[in-house]
């Protein structure tokens, strides 16, 4: 037996290599206390021996890590380190792929014993973060689509936190409300109801089935079930006379439901206290309402004790709501429930229930709980094998209705209305997470810096990323809708939107019909009569305005159409049909200045999308480019990033705790060149290699997502002209941007290497088979809730394999991962 | 051993959970006095040259208005007139000029952007962290945790429906979770002080409640059992937060003695209705003293008036609704030009504010009084004017003997907005948490146009904390 101490010395040089950056806070001065060690097993020290202690021995000390004792170490250092070896076992990163590796049995030895360690030492479990979605690209990908792997795949049997928007349906199903009001309803959602769920920002799959309900998730649905539980009251104690009807606490919050479960008013209006199957039938009722189904036997006993003894202390409106909001804390409101039933197989797996099934499919293709089709495959038998399943799903994506919704209503406020609209939301989000465009919104700019034509979100408006962020979404709604070669047109398009109208070649022609019909006439209006200009056109020409601009046109618009108008024929143009009324040119959508457009003297064009120089596909669409950026700078770093986790299939290990990682500041030097003197130094250069060759190729854009080829050095040493402008940005000297950068890891060797730029760098990614591999299995995580482990290769390769058949259609692949048994199947974890 | 119990200790990690955790409702082991914060704010911005102190010297006044930075003793001054109420605080008192906060204006009304350094909008998403009110109540943890009052607006970009209600407040528990404020002493009085009520009604709905929780803990405890993995979190977590809003009750319970004595003894028209804004900001004050004084929290945060708050009440202008936007616009109301209904509201402002700090004064604590562990913040909700663009954020303070910060009794200027020194809303709040034991780097948004102006605007003021 050796003692630990010699070990944590061993294992803290084991991965020095990879940590050298902070090598230098670990170095422990001689000393031990001997309460704090323990012993190592024989097998495990033979294990280090062989593999670790040449490089890290008394004798050589790679990293220039020595350790001669632990007391030098706090608790958090020793935590740390042997938490981070246990990544590097786990991982493979260590020892170095030139050395001799240890085999499969002795990486699990040396593997389960740094666990046990670790877990000793109060630090967190490795295997659990690996649920997390940062930690999805640790699972091997050449294996995973090796075919090897034969396990029968299977999700665990589970629980899974509501998202938000499934928790606004199921809030709105509790009350019964015609269609044309659950539009209203959806938009303007309910006034006492606060969502308590929010799903982080990060790029990436959002949804995992790893959350758990907390107490800020319950002050919240305590308040919520409070107003909801009384509103389900009121058109009963209206009709009983204690309240008004047209008289409202709240003047803001006037809705009421029409109608309510019979027993519910029956308890209200009756004098006698209810009896036993008056209450049952309430909480049948109230089960019915909010969780979708009916009390089972040993509920109603307990409920109809809870409820009894609830009237008897309040009387009965007030003891019935009591049960009505005891219902509505139920956690399975807030989870879906996806257990499997029936005979286990071989591999110990059960088939979802089919109710279950009826929701996992509905929630899986959008938000709403399943349509009365699904409803009845379920009750009459018809959704237990994989061809009810397929059936159900093709149908669903076949149903354009059902699910349509605003794809993001948050877009949305004051008198903006600019999501889009779409058949099925949940799909196009699979893209927004995947892509994480929509955090444009969350990077605030300097608005100086671009000149003045950028808007931050603010109140009432989601201001230029917003209406950036909606182009995205269009671009990307136009590659699910044609569903041929989805991934790599969204990453090779060269057409995008820029604020599209409807009828855009009509408009146009409208104003070129009035600018031949009054240019040689008298159409300015004098200064003096701008604002209620004369009467001065006749009863044909207003009708002539007016069938081509609004229909309530006077003079004061002609003249603003024609000055509109002549400002482009001036330029030889077509007038621009997004004719901002009554603000004339200069507010023609500033944000198309984010794509190099110049507004307000661009051309527009007659179709959308429509060619942009310089751009190819989603990633060098400015919405990405701005939520991959600093406030005021590009990220490279982070944009690789983005490429190598996303795309590559790959993993960047985390930043060292000891790292402040900070570009230094000199004003002669690109951003570029600066934050190559810091992380080429070697011990930085092991993570960034995996990030800046790959981030560096997009300096070609700025942190506004404007093509550059020239970058500013904004440092108030290269002033060259300060701005008279308000929101205008100062001139600085230039310097000549480098965007070349470096592909690897695409595992085909034609593909990787040295790239011009972005573009050429995209141009390859979007042949490369790890890339679309690389999307499925962040599609898989999506519709499933989860990471992939090495069991679920089939449904992988599958899911592949569906995507290549059907010359890239994401529908094939869909149905492939719904009728997988990764996505049918639940094992029970081990308790 | 991974039992429920075992489990419940490790997984009560999260900052919301953490609110509910019972272990937090405990008394201090220490035995020693908490301290206890209270944020007072106002809408339609304050002028910073209201609070000037008229009788500095011709030099000082000089600098003040280059905004070049200088600091001198109040005790050696006179304070502004309309601060005359709080004329015998002066040696627990900071005037604070010179604070900028561009990162959290957003015009008329700035939702939760005062408190949380962030450019908060109507829509709750744009909430990004904790306020930084409810980062102090986390270090100073009570049964309530944190308590928030609000005279809210009715009208404006930012209206509530029930002013007399419980409505989203301008405080935020944590990323996107507005805060919910009382609106009226009445409802504040039947919240929080339900667990002695003396109202028959009031008593059965606070049975009730306690049923509900019970129920609703042992049923979601059932279905943690048999559960293994990581599935037993889902539900015990959840269990766990019922039973820690029931310990929460238990506790209050157990403090019924304590609480019943405090309960405040209002008039009755504190409770009505339609009581007046400036009855409303009476009895709110009372019930923000009951509650501090009850130990049932040690944070509250005031929301006097907000730019929709139709103002009644006014001093020689009873018979008048002023609205605070006419009055940002320079529109007199009734007789008084603009400028004064500004000062008669401030004036009133202060008469609160002398109220809450002389009451907390005249309450014995730890050999000294309960003002000694307490620290009051008076400022605008959107910096210097009606609209604001947030170069100036004056705060008025008063703090008692054992505050951290090395404030007390001054008149402070800091250096103007982009000169070097200055000093934004993040920084203040930064040295307010740094000094109370939360050692935050950088608390707050950073102000973009500061920062290409190589302006450092990260950390502390270092001069309050030496």
Known sequence: ?831 | MRNRRNFLKQSLFGASAMTLAPHMFANPITGNPPRRFIFIHKGNGLFPSALVLPTLSEGDKAKESRKEPFEVALKSHSLPEWMSALNEHKESMTILQGLSGKMCTTGHHTWQSSLGVYKATERPSSIKWATVDFEMAKLFPSPMEHIELACFPTGGGNARGNINGIEKGFSARGPQQPNYAFGSPKVAMQELFKSVASNKNDQIKYELHRKVLEFAAQNQSGLAQNLGGVEIAKVANYASSIDAVRERDRKLEAMSDVIRKHVPKLDAKYFADDLTTIDRQIGHAEVLLATLMAGMTNVVTLTLDELGTPYTGITDLEDETVNLHDVGHGKPAGKFAALEVREKLRRHHMAVINKIVSKLKSVPEGGGTMFDNTTLLYFPDNGETHHSNGVEWPFIVLAGKNNKLNTAGKYIRLPGYGKEGHKTLGNWYTSILNAYGNPIPHYGDLDLALAADGINQSGSIKQFLS
């Open chain 1, 1 to 831: 037996m050796f003692i630990l101490t010699r070990f944590i010395f061993s294992l803290i040089c084991f991965c020095t290599i990879l940590f050298g950056a902070h090598s230098q806070s670990i170095i422990a001065a001689p000393g031990v206390t001997l309460s704090e060690v323990a012993t190592v097993p024989a097998n495990v020290k033979a294990v280090l021996d062989s593999n670790c202690i040449s490089c890290h021995g008394e004798k050589k000390q790679k990293g220039k890590l020595r350790l001669d004792t632990l007391s030098a170490l706090s608790g958090d250092a020793r935590l740390e380190l042997l938490g981070r070896a246990q990544e590097q076992v786990l991982f493979q990163e260590m020892p170095p792929e030139d050395e001799k590796q240890p085999g499969s049995a002795e990486r699990k030895l040396l593997y389960d014993w740094l666990r046990s360690e670790v877990l000793r030492l109060g630090g967190s479990d490795l295997e659990d973060k690996l649920r997390y979605p940062d930690y999805g690209n640790n699972v091997d990908h050449e294996k995973l689509f090796s075919g090897q792997i034969k396990d029968k795949a299977f999700s665990p049997s589970r629980r899974w936190l509501v998202r938000p928007q499934i928790f606004e349906e199921r809030t709105l199903d509790i009350f019964t409300v015609p269609p044309r009001e659950m539009i209203g309803l959806r938009k303007q959602g309910f006034y006492g109801v606060t969502n308590p769920f929010i799903l982080p920002d990060k790029a990436g799959v959002r949804d995992y089935d790893n959350t758990a309900l907390d107490g800020g998730h319950l002050l919240l649905l305590l308040n919520n079930a409070e107003w909801i539980s009384n509103k389900q009251l009121l058109p009963a104690r209206i009709k009983k006379g204690e309240v008004k009807a047209d008289q409202f606490e709240n003047p803001k919050d006037k809705w009421n439901p029409k109608v309510i479960p019979a027993a519910f008013e029956k308890i209200v209006l009756n004098a006698a206290k209810p009896t036993d199957a008056e209450i049952n039938d309430a909480i049948q009722a109230q089960f019915d309402c909010v969780l979708q189904r009916k009390a089972d036997d040993k509920e109603l006993a307990k409920y109809l004790k809870l409820t009894r003894s609830a009237i008897d202390l309040g009387g009965n409106t007030e003891g019935l709501r009591q049960m009505m909001v005891t219902v509505l804390l139920e956690s399975e409101f807030m989870y879906r429930q996806e257990f499997g039933d029936g005979k286990p197989d071989a591999s110990g797996r059960q088939m979802l229930t089919p109710r279950e099934a009826s929701y996992a499919i509905s929630y899986a293709l959008g938000d709403r709980r399943p349509d009365a089709k699904l409803v009845q495959a379920a009750q009459s038998g018809h959704l237990s094998t994989k061809e009810d399943y397929r059936r159900e799903v093709l149908r669903l994506l076949d149903d354009k209705s059902y699910f349509e919704d605003k794809l993001d209503k948050s877009l949305d406020g004051g008198k903006e209305n600019i999501s889009i609209v779409t058949s099925h939301p949940r799909i196009n989000r699979f893209f927004r997470d995947f892509f994480g465009y929509p955090n444009a919104l969350k990077v605030f700019k300097d608005i100086n810096r671009s000149d003045g034509y950028y808007g931050n979100p603010g109140r009432g408006t989601s201001g230029t990323p917003g209406k950036l962020v909606v182009e995205a979404d269009m671009l990307v709604d136009t590659a699910i809708k044609q569903d041929k070669h989805v991934f790599e047109n969204l990453l090779g398009t060269e057409k995008f939107f820029a604020s599209p109208v409807e009828n855009a070649v009509a408009k146009m022609t409208s104003l070129n019909e009035v600018y031949e019909h009054f240019k040689d006439a008298k159409w300015q209006t004098p200064p003096k009569d701008k604002k209620k200009p004369p009467s001065t056109l006749s009863a044909e020409d207003i009708a002539f305005i007016r069938k081509r601009l609004n229909y309530n046109s006077t003079e004061r618009d002609l003249d603003i159409a024609m000055t509109h108008i002549e400002h482009f024929k001036k330029l030889g143009m077509n007038p621009n049909p997004v004719w901002a009324y009554p603000f004339g040119i200069h507010k023609l959508m500033p944000h198309v200045s984010s794509y190099n457009l110049s507004p307000p003297n661009w051309e527009y064009p007659k179709e959308q999308p429509f060619k942009i120089d310089n751009r190819k596909g989603i990633l060098t669409h400015p919405a990405w480019l701005i939520a991959h950026s600093a406030n005021t700078a590009t990220d490279p770093v982070r944009r690789g990033r983005w490429v190598r986790e996303k795309l590559l299939a790959g993993r960047v290990p985390d930043v060292p705790i000891t790292v402040d990682a900070k570009i230094p500041d000199d004003p002669h030097k690109t951003l570029r060149e600066r934050l190559e003197m810091v992380t080429l130094k070697e011990e930085c250069w092991k993570c960034h290699q995996h990030m800046n060759p790959l981030g560096l190729a997009f300096e070609m854009f700025d942190d506004f997502g404007r093509y550059r080829t020239a970058e500013s050095l904004e440092h108030p040493d290269n002033v060259i002209e300060k701005t008279k402008a308000k929101y205008g940005a100062d001139t600085y000297k230039t310097a000549p941007v480098n965007a070349k950068g470096y592909l690897d890891g695409t595992g085909d060797p034609k593909l990787d290497g040295e790239v011009k730029d972005s573009i050429d760098m995209i141009d390859r990614l979007a042949k490369s088979k790890r890339v679309r591999q690389s999307i499925i299995r962040y599609a898989f995580r999506f519709f499933m809730g989860r990471n992939e482990i090495l069991s679920d290769s089939q449904t992988l390769i599958d899911a592949d394999n569906a995507y290549v058949q059907s010359e890239g259609s994401f529908n094939a692949v869909i149905v492939s991962l719904l009728t997988s048994d990764s996505f049918m199947y639940r094992k029970p974890a081990s308790l």
